[in-house]
């Protein structure tokens, strides 16, 4: 008999939410390359996206979500190493192109462990209590886009 998915907390419903706008990023981007849009556009609403809501995302998974999780557990490990890779594909990359390409796929890849694995796991040691303060803490607005520029259309 299959086991049934673990039902996603209310504290952590939220940041499911921000995972589905992070999907749509590399959708985005596989969109515009498909439509052969200019790379620059692409880059220039992927940067947008980054330091508007996956910085802020990051920085609260990294101080208030992942610390659920001992630090030396291989998915924390996982995770963090994916942030890294993330950042400096938005930041140091100097091939904009070589950098969507790789932002499309590994932050698809990552949303993906992190709400199929690691959420998982996370619920299943977290107190009531964390979870809760998890709750308390992060409250997001209504996602906003930039839609100065909607290439994907």
Not at 1 to 8: F, G, I, N, S, V
Not at 21 to 49: C, M, V
């Amino acid at each position: 008999m299959a086991l049934k998915p673990l039902k996603r907390h209310e504290a952590l419903k939220p940041l499911s939410r921000e995972h589905h706008h992070g999907l749509l990023l590399s959708w985005k981007i596989r969109t515009g390359f498909n439509k052969n849009i200019a790379i620059s556009r692409i880059k220039t609403y992927a940067d947008w996206f980054y330091k508007t809501h996956l910085i802020p995302h990051f920085e609260l998974e990294e101080t208030e979500i992942f610390t659920l999780l001992p630090p030396n557990h291989s998915s924390i490990i996982k995770v963090m190493e994916d942030h890294k890779r993330l950042h400096h594909l938005f930041t140091e990359e100097p091939d904009m192109q070589t950098a969507l390409i790789a932002i499309e796929k590994e932050l698809d890849d990552h949303i993906r462990f992190e709400e199929r694995v690691l959420f998982p796991e996370i619920q299943k040691v977290a107190t009531e209590a964390q979870l809760l303060h998890i709750e308390k803490i992060h409250q997001p607005e209504a996602f906003q886009d930039n839609l100065d520029d909607e290439f994907w259309r």
